[in-house]
């Protein structure tokens, strides 16, 4: 359900204002390829339905008009309350580290979408463009980013699709830094707080990944680096533009597709079918 930056940034923008909406606080949230975790307070539980209703039912009408997809995006959700100071400890080292312990990084900081560095940096994930060096495409994107935040609404597909197109490498990665340090509401001091210092936070996440038994999870260790390849695979091909088109073809050309996967990506057919979203009665593993 994430396939790139910008089904982030739209997941992430729409996520952030259904946040200040309900008052919630978040001290953490953790996008992966195909599922994501948040840490969050609230002094009225009888909003918490309401507030992840919110966010999936948009972004799962966005995601799937994006891509021609239909039905759920968000098939559940489990909750775990955690009320001692080491059960948040616990957590919050749980939810950073689940991209090393997808093996998609080494260190939980290192990871872009769970958003941790930008607790101490501006542009963590992009080279600072100097003024004089920014184009007038990049500079107007920026100044629309900031403006649609200040009136309160989301970046959506047609909007960041527009924002980015002509943009360099170097400024599409600066937006994307932009956006996601102006729209955040992670409360990153409440985690911090309870360590000291960010850097004891890391480093604390580094000697213990955490665990989570409260909330059943499916746990496949080579499905991070699987759909990464995937997704960089379907990126360098110049003869689909994007996921979508692909949904679009024929049953027969996405079950081709699903085996070139297999079989240049070196993954496994499962992986290759969810990232495809193909039906498991078409393509029994």
């Not at 955040?184 to 604390?204: L, P, Q, V």
Request: charged share 30%; aromatic share 14%; proline share 2%.
């Amino acid at each position: 359900m994430f396939y790139n930056v910008k089904d982030s940034i739209v997941f992430f923008t729409i996520f952030m204002l259904a946040v200040k909406r309900h008052g919630i606080r978040v001290s953490g949230i953790c996008l992966m390829y195909n599922h994501y975790h948040v840490d969050f307070e609230t002094d009225n539980a009888r909003i918490v339905g309401k507030f992840i209703s919110e966010y999936c039912s948009k972004y799962s009408k966005a995601f799937n008009s994006r891509y021609g997809f239909s039905g759920k995006v968000f098939d559940r959700y489990g909750i775990s309350n955690k009320r001692s100071d080491k059960e948040r400890r616990t957590a919050y080292a749980y939810l950073y580290n689940n991209p090393v312990e997808w093996h998609l990084c080494l260190r939980a900081e290192d990871y872009q979408m769970n958003f941790l560095k930008y607790a101490v940096e501006d542009h963590p994930f992009s080279e600072k463009i100097i003024s004089r060096n920014r184009s007038r495409g990049f500079r107007r994107a920026a100044e629309e980013a900031s403006y649609l935040h200040s009136r309160k609404l989301p970046i959506m597909y047609k909007t960041i699709d527009r924002l980015m197109d002509g943009l360099r490498m170097k400024e599409k990665r600066q937006l994307a830094d932009i956006i996601f340090k102006t729209y955040s509401m992670i409360d990153y001091d409440r985690a911090i707080s309870r360590y000291g210092s960010f850097e004891k936070m890391t480093n604390a996440f580094s000697d213990n990944t955490g665990s989570e038994y409260d909330i059943v999870e499916e746990y496949d260790k080579s499905a991070g680096n699987d759909y990464r390849k995937m997704a960089r695979y379907l990126a360098d091909d110049r003869r689909h533009k994007s996921i979508g088109d692909l949904v679009k073809s024929p049953a027969e050309d996405r079950v081709s597709y699903l085996w070139e996967l297999v079989t240049n990506c070196h993954v496994t057919v499962e992986h290759a079918r969810r990232f495809l979203h193909i039906n498991a009665e078409t393509v029994p593993c």
